[in-house]
T-cell receptor, first 117, second 113 residues
Framework: DTGVSQNPRHKITKRGQNVTFRCDPISEHNRLYWYRQTLGQGPEFLTYFQNEAQLEKSRLLSDRFSAERPKGSFSTLEIQRTEQGDSAMYLC???????????????FGEGSRLTVL | AQKVTQAQTEISVVEKEDVTLDCVYETRDTTYYLFWYKQPPSGELVFLIRRNSFDEQNEISGRYSWNFQKSTSSFNFTITASQVVDSAVYFCALSVYTDKLIFGTGTRLQVFP
């Protein structure tokens, strides 16, 4: 299957621990996005990359959150010193765009669900 | 500021009924894009349609149809002859010519046999 892959699918952690999620986009896609979805809400934009460059970060992305895409392929989202409010589904999506804003279809993964106890 | 409102939290219908999901958006930009995504229980958001602000033509794709009305800032989605497989959460989203999508809170559709 060549869709967007996210790991782990589920993560339960204790408050204060660090967690890292990985996203493998569709191979030819140069843009990669992270969204967060809490229960009963729509996804909220966190950040996106074009190749290895992080082009935009939401104010939702506090200092405890960091995202990387070191070689322009897979991406990691790390949350340090997790808090109960970080419990959510973290969604990754990818797309291909040569230049300018991308306004087409996003291809989403199945998400990584984080539960902070 | 941009905003998407989906006032219907949950809708239940019986199979073969028609159902309309409402979406109202807010933006001051003249160039924008509207989307509908479906989120089945597996969690993966699936793209259904994109519309740009300059194209108010309604669209039909099989049992799905979309009604875009700039005058009321609405982009409603109708499923004709609903089926159990249509059960999912449906999200309307807005993009104002950036890579960022602004989603509504979603409408959970349950179709009973």
């Amino acid at each position: 299957d060549t869709g967007v892959s996210q790991n782990p699918r589920h993560k339960i952690t204790k408050r204060g621990q660090n967690v890292t999620f990985r996203c493998d986009p569709i191979s030819e896609h140069n843009r990669l996005y992270w969204y967060r979805q809490t229960l009963g809400q729509g996804p909220e934009f966190l950040t996106y990359f074009q190749n290895e460059a992080q082009l935009e970060k939401s104010r939702l992305l506090s200092d405890r959150f960091s995202a990387e895409r070191p070689k322009g392929s897979f991406s990691t989202l790390e949350i340090q010193r997790t808090e109960q409010g970080d419990s959510a589904m973290y969604l990754c999506a990818s797309s291909f765009s040569k230049a300018g804003p991308y306004t087409g279809e996003l291809f989403f993964g199945e998400g990584s669900r984080l539960t902070v106890l | 500021a941009q905003k998407v409102t989906q006032a219907q939290t949950e809708i239940s219908v019986v199979e073969k009924e028609d159902v309309t999901l409402d979406c109202v958006y807010e933006t001051r930009d003249t160039t924008y894009y509207l989307f509908w995504y479906k989120q089945p229980p597996s969690g993966e958001l699936v793209f259904l349609i994109r519309r740009n602000s300059f194209d108010e033509q309604n669209e039909i794709s099989g049992r799905y149809s979309w009604n875009f009305q700039k005058s009321t800032s609405s982009f409603n989605f109708t499923i004709t002859a609903s089926q159990v497989v249509d059960s999912a959460v449906y999200f309307c989203a807005l993009s104002v010519y950036t890579d960022k999508l602004i989603f509504g809170t979603g409408t959970r559709l349950q179709v009973f046999p």
